[in-house]
């Protein structure tokens, strides 16, 4: 199969991406773009008629547990371990953009 990007082409996008490549990566990038562009005809070329469109491969179940109350840690006791404690809440530095 005759390739369908040249060195060329590769000059020409690494140019645009503003990428300085030597000579050896624009021969290396060239052999790389093309197999994955054989691979993608590879793809192409499959018999999909009657696969039902999918976005993922294998059926989904949400894994997290239900959202449901439940005894937590003691607040005075957690906060008694922070290195620094303002409103019964953890002080952090400011966000930026914000007022001290």
């Known amino acids: 199969m005759a390739d369908r990007i040249t060195r060329d082409d590769v000059a020409h996008v690494a140019k645009l991406a503003r990428l300085e490549v030597s000579e ?5 990038f060239t052999g790389q773009l093309a197999a ?4 993608a005809d590879d793809v192409a070329s499959l018999d999909t008629e009657g696969v039902p469109p999918t976005a993922h491969p294998l ?3 949400n894994v997290l547990r239900p959202d449901e109350p439940r005894p937590s840690l003691d607040r005075d ?3 008694s371990q ?3 404690v303002e409103q019964n809440r953890f002080r952090v530095p400011p966000v930026l953009g914000e007022a001290p």
Do not use: I, K, Q, T
Request: charged share 30%.
């Open 77 to 79: 006791e957690v906060l």
């Open 36 to 39: 994955v562009l054989e691979h």
């Open 82 to 84: 922070a290195p620094s």
């Open 24 to 28: 050896a990566e624009l021969d290396l």
């Open 59 to 61: 059926p989904l179940e």
